[in-house]
């Protein structure tokens, strides 16, 4: 019960923040890129020589460029600017002071983010299914076609092993969010880190990306099979070992 007050305190304190805006308009903005690149190049971008429906290309299309670049950013910004709502001005010291076990305050930002994270990847699949409506009636110069029934069991499914894949990474950056006061430190790891996971990508380091938290996304829309639910159960359970030790970190930490 008390879990459920502190998260609607910390839902409040979001509604009229750019982190809770972002949750539309990160997505939003990989939809428009991808609806532009689809208009100007619909032939190497959907394929249309291949027979079929081009739901499940476009949605490749936007889960790779949201697992490969936005989701991690992000993530990355979502979970500072939710610490930085108490950071600023030092707020820890009136939150911690009251009667409430401090663990409650690090679980509900970060169930926060991560109901950001889902809620941001159904907005983000919306769009596939708005930009699907749209090509067909643009002057094109090949025809596309987008009929029905939409695959919606299909893209969610891709869309819901993202998001789950993205969890380890959130935590660990919900933990430095958390740990640093300075905006500067969690914004910097996530930039570096999101680098990184880039130029494994690029470099094909021999599998290597598969170990790397911000890279674990990718492999949904990897071009050689993954083993998903394996990656899944392997960083769901060092996800919450990481949330575990950066809650048991939070708690004992002296607020100055």
Known sequence: MMLLRVLYAESLKMKRTIAFKMVVIAPVAVGLLILFVAAQAPFSMLRPNIPGD???PLAH???LVWAVLMLPLFITLETALIAGLDH????????????????????????????????S??????????????????PLSVEVSFGLPVPWADMLRLGSQVAGLAFLMLTIQHWVSLRWRAFSVA??????????????LAAGLGGWEQYFPWSLPMLVIARTP???????????????????????????????
Do not use: H
């Open 121 to 138: 990847t159904v907005v983000l699949l919306c769009g596939v299914l708005v930009a699907g409506a749209i090509l067909p009636r643009l």
């Open 61 to 63: 299309l936007n889960l």
């Open 226 to 256: 993954q083993n998903i639910e394996a990656a899944l159960w392997a960083g769901g359970a060092v996800g919450f070992v990481v949330a575990a030790a950066g809650c048991w970190d939070f708690c004992r930490r002296d607020v100055k």
């Open 54 to 56: 081009k739901w499940m």
């Open 187 to 200: 914004i910097g790891v996530g930039i570096l880190a999101t680098v990184a996971s880039y130029l494994m």
């Open 88 to 119: 600023a001005e030092n707020q820890w010291k009136n939150l911690l002071a009251r009667p409430v076990p401090r663990w409650t305050f690090y679980v509900a930002k970060l169930l926060i983010v991560v109901a950001m994270t889902a809620a």
